[in-house]
């Protein structure tokens, strides 16, 4: 199956600094591809969804200028989280969809685990 | 619009006995459906998908689940539980006819098989 990987799996940041997370297809390309934030013992909620070439879909409620997402090739996505706050340290899972032919699925990676300090 | 009800969120059962984690969908049109697991501080793993054909699909560690469309309904199942498939468990939907949305994800279900 197709593989996503996200760096780093683990960081730990002061508060104020920024952090940024890596999330990279491995074996497909994908135009589209998504983040998401999982709170302890809770479902995931989508925050944005970056596509190559332009600029990030936020979901409502979700701070563009707090959360930069940048998607500047088809094997590449970065989200950056600006003057990060102890309220931001959360599980970040990224996800890519692969659109070769018919398959049209939805791959995750294995998530970044971000505490603010 | 599009939503997923996991109205159970611990199933507790018997190592060996058979288990099943309930998972109900809305959507305009006609649904594309996935289950996945997450182990502690992992992604996701798929385990399933239903698009079209045979209601009753197959996946990955032994599970299955039926498609039922009257009931709206994507139940996950596997005959006898095993100590390891303890971990928390999601349904996920998707409108067929709307190829360019997200995934909606049920709010989970954390499954612990009992030795």
């Known amino acids: 199956g197709a593989v996503v990987s996200q760096h780093p799996s683990r960081v730990i940041c002061k508060s104020g600094t920024s952090v940024k997370i890596e999330c990279r297809s491995l074996?497909?390309?994908?135009?589209?591809m998504f983040w998401y934030r999982q709170f302890p013992k809770k479902s995931l909620m989508l925050m944005a969804t970056?596509?190559?070439?332009?600029?990030?879909?936020?979901e409502q409620g979700v701070e563009k200028d707090k959360f930069l997402i940048n998607h500047a090739s088809l094997t590449l996505s970065t989200l950056t989280v600006t003057s990060a706050h102890p309220e931001d340290s959360s599980f970040y899972i990224c996800?890519?969809?692969?659109?070769?032919?018919?398959?049209?699925?939805?791959?995750f990676g294995p998530g970044t685990r971000l505490t603010v300090l | 619009a599009q939503s997923v009800a996991q109205p159970e969120d611990q199933v507790n059962v018997a190592e060996g006995n058979p288990l099943t984690v309930k998972c109900t969908y809305s959507?305009?049109?006609?649904?594309?459906l996935f289950w996945y697991v997450q182990y502690p501080n992992r992604g996701l793993q798929f385990l399933l998908k239903?698009?079209?054909?045979?209601?009753l699909v197959k996946g990955s560690y032994g599970f299955e689940a039926e498609f039922n469309k009257s009931q709206t309904s994507f139940h996950l199942k596997k005959p006898s539980a095993l100590v390891s498939d303890s971990a928390l468990y999601f349904c996920?939907?998707?409108?067929?006819?709307?190829?360019?949305?997200?995934?909606?994800f049920g709010s989970g279900t954390q499954l612990t098989v009992l030795p």
């Open positions: 959507v305009s049109g006609n649904p594309y």
């Open positions: 239903y698009i079209t054909g045979d209601n």
């Open positions: 074996d497909f390309q994908a135009t589209t």
């Open positions: 970056s596509n190559e070439g332009s600029k990030a879909t936020y």
């Open positions: 996800s890519a969809r692969d659109q070769t032919g018919a398959r049209n699925e939805q791959f």
């Open positions: 996920a939907v998707r409108d067929i006819g709307r190829s360019a949305r997200q995934l909606t």
